[in-house]
């Protein structure tokens, strides 16, 4: 799918030509057919193509793209010269963290470019140097004619490269300090923040809107807010990106839900005509009543006046008629039934009540996304009566600090003593272990062993929430999906071995239920590619024709980052206060992820506390809109596939 600008209502608010497509893949695949096809032009008329590169997260599709067209279909880069935008300060060039590494690593490796037309910002030269680097890396791009293409990515604060707010538009190749928000995005490439640098180098603004035309990506709802702030607002140093508003051929590719805060998507009825779906209803009154603070049946027609929402007024009739309206559709999305209730049929009720009992299949992607995303789901399908298997789809190793496996490596040797094993294996093991992490340097890799130690670690933790909520053991299954078994932040795409190990569980369970992980503002990425697994493999066996996928739904949970739009939420589970306090003893069971957990991002909550507050909030918001008020609310998206 693909979206550009239509009408006059748009163009007024979108003050940058934008491109929406469906996902991070095909986003990804259009850009590269852009540089494509520019590279090819450049070639055909024996001239030099000089691209801009950007790092991160949200080129690695991107790049892996462009090296399926070298190597598919014979795309050459011989003809290219690289800029890229910015490094970490100070940082050596073989640090599993330095832009250096990333683009050779996920693009410069696999092609056919000349290293010596290879430009990247040295992050290990001395600190006295760097006024004259930077000034002669401003030089190498002029002496070459200026990049062609810029490619950049957003930052959560609308940071460009490593432009941070306050960055003004005549700024050019400098020095920068990071802000806090910044470092705390990218820590999850390091193991703790302490060791994300607070400097970097960094094309400046002015250095930017040289380019002769600009690409910026974004994906996913966390950069939603920037892309707004710099598409619909003023040019301001406090947004770097909205100063991309002064270039004449600049482009936003982004997927669904990075546009999802645009005016067009979020408020459609401020753009010109709309058309009134029940759910464009539902989702115009719920925000028009959390604005003005009101429940929603207490809305007046003078209400939707003020609110932009007098054409459906016009086309519905009275205020009184649709509050009704979205009030049943919020009623309807309650239930303390998330199988169905047996032997009752309820208009409208989220689920079916047949086939009763069901078989529920439930994919964390950690071995600890069950019971904090849907806990107290989780343990009431079990106490209705559902047969509950649980997929734990990856180890979840690298998020267990060394410090935790020391303790159970002193544990192990205490126990061997203790039972007087004389064995010298599993011992030197131990040993050898301890030896390890003790003299271990920050970023190294952790070896075979003690990443099997912290697998085994998290899965007993995953074994022992199982019991706690009554699921047999027979029902925990441990895919280890390839992918993620790297050691490192840094994952592989998701491969066809993934897939088939997805498809041979579903088939071995055939469940009537699915429930899957829909929090793709995942800061690892890991979830998102989890989805895919469950999602690909779901749409394989449907094609393949299998009985049993006819009478299979898939259900979406949010992680422990955000929660749904409470206009989007299909099935709402309430839950008392006691079942709160017992999804969070469950939680606790985790212990190797309880007090400090690597990884974490900006939110430096304990999980169970981001459970229950983001719980809370939703049962909150839907007693702000005049419905019953419970101590607590787990979330859920119906997903067709």
Not at 113 to 120: F, L, M, R, S, V
Request: glycine fraction near 6%; include cysteine.
């Amino acid at each position: 799918m693909s979206i550009k600008l239509y009408n006059a209502s748009i163009n007024s608010l979108e003050k940058i030509d934008i491109v929406i497509k469906q996902d991070v893949i095909s986003g990804s695949k259009y850009i590269a057919n852009l540089i494509a096809d520019l590279i090819r032009s450049k070639q055909a008329s024996n001239e030099p193509c000089v691209l801009g590169l950007a790092t991160g997260s949200s080129p690695k599709t991107l790049y892996a793209e462009l090296v399926r067209m070298h190597k598919e279909e014979g795309l050459s880069f011989k003809n290219v010269i690289t800029f890229n935008l910015d490094e970490y300060y100070p940082i050596s060039r073989e640090a599993v963290q330095s832009y250096y590494r990333f683009m050779h690593t996920h693009l410069f490796n696999h092609i056919d470019i000349d290293p010596a037309n290879i430009h990247i910002p040295n992050g290990a030269i001395d600190k006295s140097e760097i006024k004259a680097a930077c000034l002669e890396y401003e030089k190498q791009i002029e002496a070459v004619g200026g990049i062609d293409l810029q490619i950049l990515g957003i930052g959560n604060n609308g940071h460009i490269g490593f432009n941070e707010p306050g960055s003004g538009i005549y700024t050019k190749t400098r020095l920068v300090n990071l802000t806090n928000s910044t470092r705390l995005a990218n820590a999850y490439e390091f193991a703790n923040i302490s060791e994300v640098p607070r400097m970097a180098i960094t094309m400046g603004i002015s250095t930017i809107l040289k380019s002769k035309q600009i690409v910026l990506m974004a994906w996913g709802p966390a950069k939603a807010e920037a892309v707004k702030r710099a598409v619909e607002d003023e040019d301001t140093e406090q947004v770097p990106a909205s100063f991309l508003q002064n270039h004449d051929n600049v482009t936003f590719v982004l997927d669904e839900a990075a546009a999802s805060q645009l005016t067009r998507f979020k408020s459609p009825w401020l753009t010109g005509e709309c058309e009134w779906t029940p759910k464009m209803i539902k989702k115009a009154v719920v925000n028009m009543a959390l604005q003005t603070g009101k429940t929603i049946l207490s809305l007046t027609n003078e209400d939707y006046n003020d609110n932009g929402l007098g054409d459906l007024l016009v086309e519905k009739g009275d205020a009184y008629e649709i509050n009704l309206q979205v009030y049943y559709m919020l009623r309807d999305t309650i239930t303390g039934w998330p199988g169905g209730k047996p032997g009752v049929e309820i208009p409208n009720h989220p689920e079916r009540s047949t086939p009763y009992p069901k078989r529920c299949l439930i994919f964390s992607p950690h071995p600890d996304d069950d019971i904090i995303s849907m806990g107290g789901t989780f343990q009431r399908l079990h106490d209705q009566g559902h047969e509950v298997h649980v997929a734990y789809q990856t180890s979840g190793n690298i998020a267990v600090t060394d410090e935790f496996v020391t303790r159970f490596l002193d544990f192990a040797v205490g126990f061997n003593e203790v039972a007087q094993i004389h064995s010298d294996i599993p011992q030197k093991i131990l040993d050898e272990a301890r030896l390890y992490i003790a003299e271990k340097q920050p970023g190294q890799v952790d070896t075979p062993i003690i990443r099997e130690i912290k697998g085994l670690i998290r899965r007993c933790e995953a074994k022992a929430t199982c019991n706690y909520v009554g699921i047999k053991p027979e029902h925990v299954h441990f895919q280890n999906l390839p992918f993620y078994e790297t050691g490192t932040v840094e994952k592989k795409p998701l491969g066809e071995e993934d897939i088939q190990l997805t498809m041979e569980l579903l088939r071995q369970v055939k469940p009537h239920q699915v429930y899957c992980a829909g929090d793709f503002a995942d800061p690892h990425g890991t979830h998102l590619v989890c989805f895919h697994a469950v999602l690909q493999a779901l749409q394989r066996i449907k094609a393949a024709g299998d009985e049993w996928i006819k009478d299979c739904w898939l259900w979406l949970y949010k992680g422990a980052w955000q929660e749904w739009n409470i206009e989007d939420i299909e099935m709402a589970i309430p839950m008392s206060p006691a079942q709160v306090r017992k999804k969070r003893f469950g939680i606790f069971i985790h212990q190797s992820q309880k007090d400090s957990v690597p990884f974490q991002g900006s939110d430096d909550r304990e999980f169970w506390q981001r459970a229950e507050e983001r719980n809370a909030a939703t049962a909150k918001l839907y007693a702000d809109l005049g419905l019953t008020r419970y101590a607590a609310m787990e979330a859920f998206v119906r997903w067709h596939y």
